[in-house]
C-alpha cells in the first residue's frame, strides 16, 4: 500500500516592534542579542510579569504589522478583531493564560505562491492571528527557573490549511513566508533566536483515501533544513507504524536534530481544552477601510514581484531570481550592484550579463562565504561598489575567474578596493594585443614541434600551448585573448 502526508504549517513570526505587545518593556534588544539572551529578568515590569491590578495596553505598532502581513498575502482583513484568553499553565506563562486571537482573528483565507518544479502552487491561509509571546524556562541541571525577558513579545502566528504534501514543498513555503515577512520588515527573521519558528502537522493516508489520518504535532523547528529533516522523519516512521499494524498516536513531538529523529514530547488522547474567552481588558480591534488602504498602499516591493522584475529586467534565471530574493538584504545588495555598474556598462545590452555574473558571484561565492562563516549579509565588509566593480573588472577580462574569487574573498573578509587586491594578489590579465603577441610569438617559436602539431589540426595541442604561455607571464594572460592569437597566427602561417 502507498501513502501520501497531509501537512499543514503554523508559523510563529516575532514582530519586530521596540516595545511588547502590551507594555513599554524593550521587545528588541540594542545591543545585537536576543532580547531572550539578555540580562535574565532585566527586560520586565508588572504588565509583563502579571502582577495583580495590572492592565494591558495595546501596542498599535503591533496591529500595523499584522496588517501588511495580511494584505501582503491576500487575506481577508476582519474589522472587530478580537483577543481572546487561552488557559494552560505552564511556568513561563505568568498569567496562566495566554493573550491570542481565536474566533475572530484579524486576517484570514489569504495565500502564498511557492515555487516548484511543477510549477506554481498556491498553499491557502485559514488565518493569520496576533498573540503574546510567553517567557523562557531556563534549566539548571535537576532545578529550573524562568527568564520572563520575552514574555509579552509580540507575535503574529500564520496557519496553513493542510495543502503541503512533501518535506521539500514544506520547506519551500517556509522560505516564502520568511522572504515574505523580512521584505515586509516586520521581522528581522534571526532563526537562532527563534524569531520565525514552526510547528508541523503532519499526518498520512493511503493514496486515494479521503479520510484524514491522526496528526501529529512536530513543535518549535526554527531551520528550512530541519523542517524538511523532520517531515521527512516523522512520514517514514508514521507509515512504517501502519504498516506493521500499529496505531499512530495524537502526541506533539520534538525534533532531534542531532539524531535526525522526532521523540515524544507530550501525547494528546483528545483535543485540548483551553477554555479560550473574549478577554475583558481588551477592546475589540476596528479597523477602518481608510485605515486598510493607507497600510496597502505603502506595501514594499514583495519578494515575487521582486523575482520577476529580476527576470524580466535582467533576463536573469527563475532559479537565480529566486535564490537572490530569498534574503531581503541579498536581493537589495544586488540591485545597488546593478545601479553601480549600469551608467558604466557600455552599451546598455552588456547589463543582463553584468547582471549574471554579479549574481554567481553572489549566489555562489558570497553566499558560500557566510555560510562558512555563520555570518549575515550585513556583516561583511565589501559594499555593492566593490562588488560592481569586480564584476566590470572580471566582465571585460581585465581578471580572471580564478582572480575574482581570490579578490572576493579578500574583499569579503578584510575590506578594501577592488584595485588595491588586483595589484596586491597579482591577478590582473595581461590584455594588451602588442605585448602579449610578443610572449605568444616567443613561446610558439620555443615550442615549434607543438605549434605545428596544432597547425596540422590536433587541436588538443593548444592547451599545452597556453599552459606556457600562461607560466611565461606569470598567470597574468587572458586565456581566451590568447588562444585567439595563436589560432591568428596559425592561420597566417598556414
Known amino acids: 500500500m502507498n501513502f501520501e502526508a497531509v501537512i499543514g504549517l503554523e508559523t510563529h513570526v516575532q514582530l519586530n516592534t521596540e516595545s511588547k505587545i502590551f507594555c513599554g518593556c524593550p521587545a528588541k534588544p540594542r545591543t545585537g542579542v536576543s532580547v531572550a539572551d539578555q540580562e535574565i529578568n532585566s527586560s520586565i515590569c508588572p504588565v509583563c510579569t502579571a502582577q495583580p491590578g495590572t492592565l494591558p495596553v495595546l501596542n498599535q505598532k503591533v496591529v500595523e504589522f499584522a496588517l501588511r502581513a495580511g494584505l501582503a498575502t491576500q487575506c481577508s482583513i476582519r474589522s472587530p478583531n478580537v483577543f481572546a484568553r487561552k488557559n494552560y499553565f505552564y511556568p513561563d506563562l505568568p498569567k496562566g493564560y495566554q493573550i491570542t486571537q481565536f474566533e475572530l482573528p484579524i486576517a484570514e483565507n489569504g495565500f502564498i505562491l511557492i515555487d516548484l518544479p511543477s510549477g ?24 529550573s527557573l524562568v527568564n520572563l525577558n520575552r514574555a509579552g513579545v509580540p507575535l503574529i502566528e500564520v496557519v496553513t490549511e493542510p495543502d503541503l504534501s512533501t518535506p521539500q514543498e514544506a520547506s519551500q513555503y517556509m522560505k516564502a513566508l520568511y522572504a515574505l515577512v523580512t521584505y515586509l520588515e516586520i521581522c528581522d527573521g534571526n532563526l537562532q533566536e527563534g524569531n520565525f519558528r514552526c510547528d508541523a502537522n503532519v499526518s498520512v493516508r493511503p493514496i486515494g483515501e479521503s479520510r484524514l489520518g491522526t496528526r501529529v ?11 524538511e529533516k523532520a517531515i521527512e522523519y516523522e512520514i517514514h516512521r508514521q507509515v512504517e507504524m501502519i504498516r506493521a499494524g500499529k496505531r499512530i498516536v495524537q502526541e506533539t513531538r520534538g525534533f532531534d536534530s542531532a539524531r535526525g529523529v522526532t521523540q515524544t514530547l507530550r501525547v494528546k488522547e483528545e483535543a485540548e481544552e483551553y477554555r479560550y474567552f473574549p478577554d475583558p481588558d481588551l477592546a475589540p480591534i476596528v479597523i477602518s477601510d481608510r485605515q486598510i488602504e493607507l497600510v496597502r498602499v505603502a506595501l514594499p516591493e514583495l519578494p515575487r514581484d521582486h523575482q520577476k522584475r529580476l527576470e524580466s529586467e535582467y533576463k536573469l534565471s527563475s532559479y537565480d531570481a529566486s535564490v537572490l530574493t530569498t534574503d531581503k538584504t541579498l536581493a537589495v545588495f544586488f540591485d545597488q550592484c546593478i545601479a553601480y555598474m549600469r551608467p558604466k556598462a557600455k552599451p546598455e545590452a552588456d547589463v543582463p550579463s553584468l547582471a549574471k555574473s554579479c549574481c554567481n558571484l553572489l549566489t555562489t561565492e558570497v553566499l558560500r562565504f557566510l555560510t562558512e562563516n555563520q555570518i549575515e549579509m550585513s556583516e561583511v565588509k565589501i559594499t555593492p561598489s566593490d562588488l560592481g566593480e569586480l564584476t566590470l573588472k572580471w566582465v571585460a577580462q581585465e581578471v580572471s575567474s580564478t582572480g575574482a574569487k581570490k579578490v572576493l574573498e579578500k574583499l569579503l573578509s578584510e575590506g578594501g578596493s577592488v584595485e588595491l587586491w588586483v595589484t596586491k594578489l597579482g591577478v590582473k590579465q595581461e590584455n594588451n594585443d602588442g605585448e602579449l603577441m610578443k610572449i605568444v610569438e616567443s613561446v610558439l617559436a620555443e615550442n615549434g614541434a607543438q605549434f605545428k602539431e596544432y597547425c596540422s589540426g590536433k587541436d588538443k595541442v593548444i592547451g599545452f600551448l597556453v599552459g606556457q604561455i600562461m607560466k611565461k607571464t606569470g598567470g597574468k594572460a587572458n586565456p581566451s585573448k590568447v588562444q585567439m592569437l595563436i589560432a591568428d597566427i596559425a592561420k597566417k602561417s598556414g
Open 120 to 143: 506554481e502552487k498556491k498553499i491557502r491561509l485559514k488565518r493569520i492571528h496576533i498573540e503574546e509571546d510567553a517567557g523562557k524556562n531556563v534549566h539548571y541541571g535537576p532545578y
Open 217 to 227: 504535532e512536530i513543535k518549535n523547528v526554527n531551520s528550512f533544513r530541519y523542517i
